[in-house]
């Protein structure tokens, strides 16, 4: 993650709750992955996964959990893994993508069907990175950042407008 990139999700952080934060980390990496190419995107915000993406490409489907903290763990919960498994069997790959807030921060995408549930720190999801995808879609967050700041600042709302523009559908019940 870029300096500056980093800079503005700490401004985020501090002015959001973490759970809006999380919320707010997760429409924008939604957008990130339309920019990766990805056109076909459910994003959640209350239930279920938090969102889909799936490209035109045969199997490049993605059901992606997404966890931010400022601890040392994310915590997994028996609920996402569930969600998760649910997806799978519709044919999407599920990711867990966590963002520990600290020094040399960056998304890390793991294959969530090895992972246990409960609390894993980030160098435990390593073994089970998905670098095709870390590679594909992190520098598109930094472009999302830098391009949907001001909304961000001003929470989910005009996030899910940014979604909708991209084409993607919002489910907010």
């Known amino acids: 993650m870029k300096v500056a990139t980093y800079e503005k999700v700490r401004e985020l952080h501090a002015k959001h709750e973490a759970r809006q934060f999380g ?90 069907d090895e992972l246990e549930v409960g609390s894993l720190r980030p160098d435990q999801l390593r073994p089970y990175q998905l670098r095709h995808l870390q590679d594909r879609v992190r520098p598109k967050f930094d472009q999302a950042l830098e391009e949907h700041f001001s909304k961000a600042l001003t929470g989910s709302p005009d996030l899910n407008s940014v979604l909708r523009a991209l084409g993607a559908e919002v489910r907010d019940d």
């Open 23 to 112: 919320k707010i980390a997760q429409k924008l990496l939604a957008i990130a992955f339309s920019m990766a190419g990805y056109r076909q995107i459910v994003e959640r915000e209350v239930q279920g996964v938090d969102f889909d993406a799936a490209s035109d490409t045969e199997g490049d489907k993605y059901a992606v959990e997404v966890k931010t903290t400022e601890r040392e763990a994310f915590v997994f919960a028996e609920k996402d893994a569930e969600g998760l498994g649910q997806r799978e069997k519709d044919g999407y790959r599920p990711v867990l993508a966590g963002l520990r807030l600290g020094l040399l921060a960056d998304w890390i995408f793991a294959e969530a």
